[in-house]
């Protein structure tokens, strides 16, 4: 008996893509009728396959990293500008494929394509290519295919990553200036360390006596420096790479991103940062329709700090269970009371999506006034340390001078 792929609306609104086993196409539709719910495409399940071969194949040849943001929000764009012209999905994808240069990306898509093409809804068809996409626009997407606003719902996930892109610019922007005057202290430092020094040390040699107790000091440092440079380097690496061996692992991220939290001035930062993130993505998800529940799920993945998100993660079940949310946020004492109190007023008048982009505007703001101040601190305080350390090298290898021209003298 031959197969069907059929796309099905259940009464509680999802979409489902069921295989069913049937004569031809009007028993497979009698017996769907029979059964409820609202029938929107039957195709035979082998024209389903072979529309999904090629697509799929090159797909999968191709994945394993997430698509370049940047290209996934022009993609949108322009997607979100043929649906407004009335295009359908298919008809659209058509065309932007005919406009895609890059051929992982172009492959994934045609994949998709395919999908949609035999009868598989859109959402889902992204949801298949998790490791290429973010969860949070598929999630976003089923919600829009429920309520008939997919066009809405990519305007919102759009706006969503803009301005969450803004936030992260400004705080690269803010920490650029610090680490390149880091990065040539530390340079400068360990030239003199490794080639002047030695220099310097030689010279004196010939001249005899006993050097200052300062010199002693750097010379001994630049000795271990230079004897060690590459045993150092080595130590470093492997250190670095064990390191991030742990922080892949799930009880090392959530150790270490609850470290971070707990440096002074940066922590703070960090913190604000990850609320911004939940509030914005929560508010993002309801906004589009998402139950509350799978939108809590969902949300926790695009929380940078995974010890906020592992937090998330515990709320989620409380609330499937009947608890309020703002509550269940209160008990894992990470949530500030600003969040809390904007979260109870949203769920009391049912204006959580407005209370939850409200707390992220504020912490925004928030962001940003403390990156500028945090910068005006560190900037002086690193050129006052940096400085201390070259100018104590610079005098342990001058003082010996000033000895050896006295000695002359006397």
Avoid at 89 to 115: C, G, H, M, W
Avoid at 164 to 186: D, F, M
Avoid at 291 to 317: Q, W, Y
Avoid at 324 to 337: G, Q
Wanted: charged share 20%; net charge neutral.
């Amino acid at each position: 008996m031959p197969s069907f792929v059929c796309r099905v609306g259940a009464p509680d609104g999802s979409v489902a893509v069921r295989t069913l086993e049937a004569s031809d196409i009007e028993a497979a539709r009698q017996e769907l009728a029979r059964q409820g719910g609202m029938i929107f495409s039957i195709k035979p399940a082998k024209a389903g396959v072979v529309g999904l071969s090629l697509g799929a194949a090159l797909a999968k040849k191709s994945s394993g990293k997430p698509v370049k943001l940047d290209e996934f929000l022009v993609f949108n764009q322009e997607l979100v500008a043929l649906l407004k012209a009335g295009l359908p999905i298919v008809a659209s994808f058509e065309t932007l494929l005919e406009r895609q240069k890059n051929p992982r990306f172009k492959a994934i898509l045609l994949a998709i394509r395919d999908q949609i093409t035999s009868g598989v809804a859109l959402s889902d068809a992204f949801l298949a290519h998790g490791d290429a996409f973010p969860k949070l626009y598929a999630t976003s997407l089923k919600a829009g295919e429920r309520s008939g606003e997919i066009e809405k719902v990519i305007r919102r996930y759009l706006s969503y990553q803009k301005i969450l892109g803004t936030v992260q610019r400004k705080v690269i922007s803010a920490l650029v200036y610090p680490s390149v005057l880091i990065a040539l202290s530390i340079g400068l430092i360990t030239v003199l360390m490794t080639f002047v020094i030695p220099k310097f040390i030689e010279f004196y040699a010939g001249f005899g006596g006993e050097l200052p107790a300062l010199t002693r000091v750097v010379v001994g440092a630049s000795h271990y420096t230079k004897t060690f440079f590459l045993e150092g380097v080595l130590a470093l690496t492997v250190g670095i790479y064990l390191f991030r061996q742990w922080l892949d692992t799930d009880e090392g991220s959530k150790t270490w991103d609850g470290l971070l939290l707990k440096i002074p001035l940066v922590g703070n930062i960090l913190h604000q940062f990850a609320l911004s993130q939940f509030s914005r993505s929560l508010g993002t998800l309801v906004g589009a329709g998402t139950p509350l529940v799978t939108a809590l799920e969902i949300c926790s993945g695009s929380i940078s700090n995974r010890k906020i998100a592992g937090a998330v993660d515990t709320v989620a079940p409380k609330v499937r269970e009947g608890a309020e949310m703002w509550k269940s946020l209160e008990e894992t004492k990470l949530f500030s009371s600003l969040t809390v109190e904007m979260v109870k007023v949203g769920e009391a008048t049912g204006a959580l999506e407005e209370m939850l982009l409200n707390v992220s505007e504020f912490y925004d703001e928030a962001i940003e006034t403390a990156l500028q101040r945090l910068v005006n601190l560190i900037e002086p305080l690193i050129l006052i340390i940096m400085g201390g350390v070259i100018a104590t090298i610079l005098l342990s290898v001058y003082l010996p001078m000033f000895t050896i021209l006295n000695q002359i003298k006397a």
